[in-house]
Nanobody, 114 residues
């Protein structure tokens, strides 16, 4: 059964770093483009970064130069390295298919605060 499990979130000071992981069970996640999304309190979920099965990446301007998405197709895991974190990055972070997302996982909370 297809399933997404995000981990790696936590509390970090501004300027700090975190590395999020997304364990994806299911063949579809290995062969399709994936994305990292986030949802801040009171806001809609937004796409931050995407990666194709071949490793091509794309980022929204808000995270470009600070976040790096990667994937390990053997481990069926997608990563998001987040550097120079800002309070505005505080949100619950999710991974899912880039196109036609499936059932969402529980997400992982990232809080950036001094």
């Amino acid at each position: 059964q297809a399933q997404l499990v995000e981990s790696g979130g936590g509390l970090v000071q501004p300027g700090g770093s975190l590395r999020l992981s997304c364990a994806a069970s299911g063949l579809i996640y290995r062969i399709k483009a994936m994305g990292w999304y986030r949802q801040a309190p009171g806001k809609q979920r937004e796409l931050l970064a995407s990666i194709t099965s071949g490793g091509s990446t794309d980022y929204v301007d808000a995270v470009k130069g600070r976040f790096t998405i990667s994937r390990d197709n053997f481990k069926n895991t997608i990563y998001l390295q987040m550097n120079n974190l800002k309070p505005a990055d505080t949100a619950v972070y999710y991974c899912n298919l880039l196109h036609a997302p499936t059932t969402w996982g529980q997400g992982t909370q990232v809080t950036v605060s001094s």
